[in-house]
């Protein structure tokens, strides 16, 4: 078929062409009617790419899957590629190993998808100027299209033109907020005029058609291409575009075009079968498959194909075949009682070639069967459904699977907690307990025990503790019911996720100490996720109790092993938040922050807002407890912008409440205010759940101390401070008894304030951490006569100066500075002057204005000349992704090498470096070494 009429575009296409070619990437978007030439045009496109060296991708929709059929364009764009190179291979190496795993039918994290595409095309466009091509886009799946567009924006300083066709007002939105930006461009295809008819037909054998015969093509035609073809070949078509009268049918019509390929068809009714296995199969349309699902013999199937190529019924590349175009392809499925027992039978006898989310699409096409196969097969369907959280194909699948008779009560069971979970992936949490406590009815104990544990982690990660605690309870009930025989690793894990969700809610329960001894007694290779959960909890309880700080430590670290815990328990569970909660509390810092960044890179790919938001505001307490305030700020407010955005709230006041010190210890009292402005402390809400109370009053106690209003901070301490001694009396989470000496020392509560400090002390020195008694020590001495103050001073800040506590550290500078100060000896106002300079160094550094400012009016009231002011450290002026691809460039790590550890694309790392050097007032990164110890240090 010639290419006629086209002419504007093919100059267009020369246009896009040679700015890739110099690097400047494009996308280019086509629509027009049913039939007017846009595959033919993609055509003539690729095959020039192809000529000139091009790598070529491309896809077509598929008018049998449709935007619920999972990952469809994405598998056809890169099938080839897949099979041929290796995951770990380029251009699947890094992120784009995800698009390897992807096509080959592995479950990947969905959210980072975009990200693994962008990573993939880069690549290919390294190598060489690449074109994707997308046809039929009306028909692709959502979930592919969705993340080709979000890549493709990123791509237009590559060597990339992306091709998108689709029909006329039917531009699938994903790609609407792309049009008109720079970079894009938009073609709408119009049918063929009369002299191009006539160019067409004299290239072909003009001498069959006169000029009024011209005429007439035009007219019965609209001028389509698909219409005109066929009249080439055999001018009998004539009559199927005629109305009964003889006039034109005009095909361009809404409804028309399908009508007149359903009347070409009735003339080919041996090819209908062949037309519908094509349709259906689509890119698993070999002629062996098709011999398959028709039930003929692989000769006569193939003998089909052949003939039905002849007539341009169908097209083909590479042994597979497709129709020659997509309305006939629309024709033939509109045809169930054709193409239901090819869907059945495709699902059926094609699983070991098709991906499972594959047959499950063919399974929702066919009606109830009696074959006890099919149920097996929906239910893998709906499982990986959820796993790639398809939420519509999920319930879709469900409701499929309930037409089936029952195979087995293993296959019942499994369907009724498949309900369950997509339910909850719709967000209808109470809809799935209902399913799940109906699963119970005839399930053995280790299923119920499953079932229980499952409502609660619903509960627990759709931030209803209280519901989640009972879910728990239920559970632990079963656990001492001695007639019900569970596996160890079931009760472990059982027992962990209670005691997870209990101690937030302030009803946690110790563990038997011969629990943990039992595993400490076996070998570290078999612990399992019972054992690290249990593990897991022994240390947060010593932590939150107060108790052998070294032993918390042993058994944190432990559990924390190899990062084992994220893959098996995922980043979304509660053991991930007890384990780094105890790795923070026994002062475990380069396990807790490896553990966290690990996760949080993890939640990046997957998208999940539970384990970004929790795993956010864990690294700023670990950042905060060192000292690190801007790293601690730029992680609490991570996790506060997750609440806003995306509606984050298991540990919501525990966030605020980091945000605040950080937000004091700056200076920056506006910001410490805004982060409390919300907190309720007396809701009935916050009544429900101690710890989240204790730390909403501590928050606001510590604003109120920061605005000068000590009364009111005695009495929101003074309550935080009854709560932490009820429930967490240990000195790593026990902070309000701190602070409530602070305000009580100021209102004149002498013997108050020496009675909490002295408890605390007490509590910090049983439990044994070095950090956290340095800190204790410090805060503390504020109630104690100047003698004592002294010699507590001075050994905490021994301590500090050996465990990285930096924001304490200048305090107790400071402080000691002020005491000895008003000693007034020689010796002691030497050693003053030399402490405030230091505290203004330590505290300068970490950005600790207030501390920086108290050490330098003392320095003034001592006559002495004080350092001049700072200038602003210029790594502050850095966010936290810029200091991270820093830190990563400064290692000597490449930007590709930077972005797969990171999973992020190369352009990003670019974006951050190029945004980070004249922040940092440096030209390259061979400049970024000498800045690494700032990097490290904050």
């Known amino acids: 078929m010639p290419l006629v009429g086209r002419s504007t575009e093919l100059e267009q296409w020369a246009r896009l062409r040679a700015a890739a070619t110099a690097g400047a990437g494009s996308v280019w978007f086509i629509t027009g009617m049913a039939g007017v030439g846009k595959t033919s045009l993609l055509r003539a496109i690729r095959d020039d790419a192809t000529s000139e060296g091009w790598t070529v991708l491309a896809a077509t929709g598929n008018p049998a899957g449709g935007p619920d059929q999972a990952w469809g364009i994405l598998t056809r764009i890169f099938v080839r590629l897949a099979t041929r190179i290796p995951a770990g291979s380029e251009p699947f190496d890094g992120p784009g190993t995800s698009i390897s795993d992807l096509v080959l039918g592995k479950v990947v994290p969905t959210s980072g998808i975009p990200v693994a595409l962008t990573w993939t095309i880069e690549t290919l466009a390294a190598a060489g100027p690449t074109l994707l091509v997308i046809d039929d886009a009306h028909w692709g799946d959502a979930a592919s299209l969705q993340a080709i567009a979000s890549a493709i924006s990123s791509l237009t300083d590559q060597r990339v033109v992306v091709v998108i066709a689709a029909r006329a007002g039917e531009l699938p939105p994903e790609f609407e907020p792309l049009i008109g930006r720079p970079g894009t461009s938009f073609s709408e295809l119009t049918a063929l005029s009369r002299p191009d008819i006539a160019e067409w037909l004299r290239a072909t054998d003009f001498a069959k058609f006169s000029e009024e015969e011209v005429g007439r093509v035009a007219a019965v035609t609209g001028g389509l291409p698909l219409l005109i073809a066929p009249l080439v070949h055999d001018p009998a078509v004539m009559e199927t575009l005629l109305n009964p009268d003889g006039t034109p049918r005009t095909p361009t019509a809404p409804g ?77 499925l509109e045809n169930a009682d054709l193409t239901a027992p090819i869907y059945l039978k495709a699902a059926l006898a094609l699983g070991d070639q098709a991906s499972v989310e594959q047959v499950g699409a063919w399974l929702i096409a066919t009606p109830a069967q009696q074959d006890p196969r099919v149920l097996p097969l929906l239910l893998s369907a709906i499982e990986r459904s959820i796993t790639f959280g398809f939420e519509r194909t999920a319930r879709e699948l469900v409701e499929r699977a309930r037409l089936e008779p029952p195979t087995s009560d293993e296959d019942t069971h499994r369907l009724k907690i498949l309900d369950g979970k997509s339910l909850v992936l719709a967000g209808d949490v109470e809809g799935a307990v209902r399913a799940w406590r109906a699963a119970m009815a005839g399930a053995d104990a280790s299923q119920v025990l499953d079932i229980q544990m499952d409502i609660g982690d619903a509960y627990y990660a759709s931030g209803q503790t209280e519901l989640a605690r009972e879910a728990f309870l239920d559970t632990l009930a079963m656990l001492e019911d001695d007639s019900i025989r569970l596996s160890l690793g079931h009760r472990r894990l059982a027992i962990a996720r209670l005691a997870a969700v209990a101690w937030l809610v302030g009803e946690g329960k110790p563990l038997e100490e011969s629990e943990i001894e039992a595993i400490l007694a076996q070998d570290e290779s078999l612990d399992g996720l019972g054992e690290r959960a249990l593990l897991s909890h022994a240390a947060l309880e010593l932590t939150i109790l107060g108790r052998d700080a070294p032993r918390a430590a042993h058994l944190a670290r432990r559990a924390a092993h190899n990062l084992a815990i994220v893959s098996e328990d995922g980043i979304d569970g509660p053991v991930l938040s007890m384990l780094t909660g105890a790795l923070n509390g026994a002062e475990c810092d380069d396990e807790a922050l490896a553990l966290m960044t690990e996760a949080l890179r993890r939640a990046r790919i997957s998208g999940s807002v539970m384990a970004y938001g929790t795993m956010s505001y864990c690294r700023a307490y670990v950042h905060m407890n060192r000292g690190r305030l801007r790293r601690a700020r730029q992680d609490a407010e991570a996790a506060l912008r997750t609440h806003r955005d995306y509606g984050w709230g298991a540990y919501l006041a525990a966030a605020k409440l980091v945000l605040a010190r950080v937000a004091l210890a700056q200076g920056d009292l506006d910001a410490a205010k805004a982060a409390v402005a919300d907190l309720d402390v007396y809701s009935d809400a916050m009544r429900s759940e101690a710890l989240p109370q204790m730390m909403a009053l501590h928050a606001v106690g510590l604003v109120a101390q920061g605005e000068g209003d000590h009364e009111r901070a005695f009495e929101y301490l003074r309550a935080a401070t009854e709560i932490t001694n009820e429930y967490c009396p240990g000195p790593t989470y026990g902070l309000p008894p701190l602070a409530l000496v602070r305000s009580a020392v100021v209102l004149g509560h002498r013997e108050l304030a020496s009675d909490v400090a002295a408890q605390a002390i007490e509590r910090a020195r049983t439990f044994g951490a070095p950090r956290t008694l340095g800190r204790t020590l410090v805060m503390a001495s504020a109630a104690y006569p100047q003698d004592e103050a002294i010699v507590l001073l001075r050994e905490g800040i021994r301590l500090l100066e050996l465990h990285e506590g930096r924001l304490e550290l200048g305090e107790g500078r400071v402080r000691l500075a002020h005491h000895l100060a008003e000693l007034g000896g020689d010796a002691q106002v030497a050693e003053a002057i030399a402490l405030a300079r230091g505290g203004i160094i330590e505290a300068e550094r970490i950005g600790s204005i207030p501390v920086a400012q108290r050490a330098r009016t003392l320095l003034a009231d001592l006559g002495e000349r004080h350092p001049t002011e700072r200038v602003n450290d210029p790594v502050a002026s850095l966010t936290a992704s810029e200091v991270r691809v820093c830190e990563l460039a400064a290692k000597g790590m490449t930007n590709r090498q930077i972005a797969a550890e990171l999973y992020v694309t190369v352009k990003a790392v670019e974006w951050h470096l190029w945004r980070a050097y004249p922040k940092l007032g440096i030209k390259s990164r061979r400049d970024l070494p000498l800045l690494l110890s700032s990097l490290v240090a904050d």
């Open 256 to 332: 028309q075009l399908l009508a007149i390929g359903r009347q070409y068809l009735a003339g080919f009714p041996q090819f209908l079968p062949v037309l519908a296995a094509v349709a259906v199969l689509d890119s698993f349309a070999t002629s062996a498959n098709v011999a398959t699902v028709l039930e003929i013999a692989p000769h006569a199937a193939a003998e089909l194909i052949a003939e039905a190529t002849r007539l341009d019924l169908l097209d083909g590349a590479d042994g597979v075949s497709v129709a020659a175009h997509p309305l006939l392809a629309e024709v033939v």
